[in-house]
């Protein structure tokens, strides 16, 4: 089992908020993303890999306006529908949430997860999706709970696994890159046994309130950004 850090999730009361704050916080203007029919969501895209996080990037994402989620009986991903959430949002603006891990297999992630011997975690089910883009097709598989809870306060990652095409195989260099992402929980053993369980390596877990951290070069210097227990 070996995961990856595929991307940052960054939610916002709106997509336009959400490039706002892209642009005053790191400098750049968000590059196109597209629609999710699946989730009633839009985003926008954003370049941050680096050597130590190749194909890395950021999503800045937002409930569509007037869109509910095609499936019935189910919540947006990433606790998008959360009251609190969106709450803190209105008060605070974007904030990071949650990060999405890349998994070869993600039935066998999940399934890795509901054997977890202190944990027996439930991922979620693994949905198929896709869009089509100027550069090609992009087909994805997810894990998503039909509660949309990320769990871990967004610490444990969703899995994703990409088919052919990955977004940043067409992605332009954006001036930023990943340095570092780690976590902190109260539950700190807990975490790291569910991400090892995943084969994600090299997150730091820290016992603590809930916070998600990811520090990144930007042609505005280095910025950090936080979850904050959101």
Same mark, same amino acid.
């Given at each position: 089992?070996?995961?990856?850090?595929?991307h940052l999730v960054?939610?916002?009361?709106?997509?336009?908020?959400?490039?706002?704050?892209?642009?005053?916080?790191?400098?750049?203007?968000?590059?196109?993303?597209?629609?999710?029919?699946?989730?009633?969501?839009?985003?926008?895209?954003?370049?941050?890999?680096?050597?130590?996080?190749?194909?890395?990037?950021?999503?800045?994402?937002?409930?569509?306006?007037?869109?509910?989620?095609?499936?019935?009986?189910?919540?947006?991903?990433?606790?998008?529908?959360?009251? #609190? /959430?969106? !709450? *803190? @949002?209105?008060q605070h603006g974007?904030?990071?949430?949650?990060?999405? =891990?890349?998994? &070869?297999?993600?039935?066998?992630?999940?399934?890795?997860?509901?054997?977890?011997?202190?944990?027996?975690?439930?991922?979620?089910?693994?949905?198929?999706?896709?869009?089509?883009?100027?550069?090609?097709?992009?087909?994805?598989?997810?894990?998503?709970?039909?509660?949309?809870?990320?769990?871990?306060?967004?610490?444990?990652?969703?899995?994703?696994?990409?088919?052919?095409?990955?977004?940043?195989d067409a992605m332009?260099?954006?001036?930023?890159?990943?340095?570092?992402?780690?976590?902190?929980?109260?539950?700190?053993? #807990? /975490?790291? !046994? *569910? @991400?090892?369980?995943?084969?994600?390596?090299?997150?730091?877990?820290? =016992?603590?309130? &809930?916070?998600?951290?990811?520090?990144?070069?930007?042609?505005?210097?280095?910025?950090?950004?936080?979850?904050?227990?959101?």
């Amino acid at each position: 089992m070996h995961a990856e850090v595929d991307h940052l999730v960054i939610a916002a009361r709106s997509l336009a908020e959400g490039v706002a704050w892209c642009e005053a916080t790191l400098g750049i203007t968000p590059g196109p993303g597209g629609t999710h029919p699946l989730m009633g969501t839009h985003n926008r895209l954003l370049n941050v890999a680096s050597e130590a996080y190749p194909k890395a990037y950021a999503e800045i994402i937002a409930i569509e306006p007037g869109k509910a989620p095609s499936r019935p009986k189910t919540r947006r991903w990433f606790d998008l529908d959360d009251a #609190a /959430l969106q !709450a *803190a @949002l209105a008060q605070h603006g974007p904030r990071l949430i949650h990060f999405v =891990a890349r998994v &070869p297999d993600a039935h066998a992630a999940v399934q890795a997860l509901a054997r977890e011997e202190h944990a027996h975690i439930d991922r979620g089910r693994v949905l198929e999706a896709s869009r089509d883009t100027p550069a090609g097709r992009l087909e994805w598989q997810i894990t998503v709970r039909d509660d949309g809870q990320r769990l871990f306060y967004g610490a444990l990652p969703t899995l994703i696994q990409w088919g052919a095409v990955h977004p940043t195989d067409a992605m332009p260099s954006s001036g930023l890159a990943l340095r570092s992402l780690r976590a902190a929980h109260p539950r700190a053993p #807990a /975490l790291s !046994a *569910a @991400l090892s369980a995943v084969g994600m390596k090299g997150l730091q877990v820290d =016992a603590g309130p &809930p916070n998600l951290v990811a520090v990144l070069d930007t042609p505005r210097g280095i910025v950090t950004l936080e979850s904050q227990g959101l």
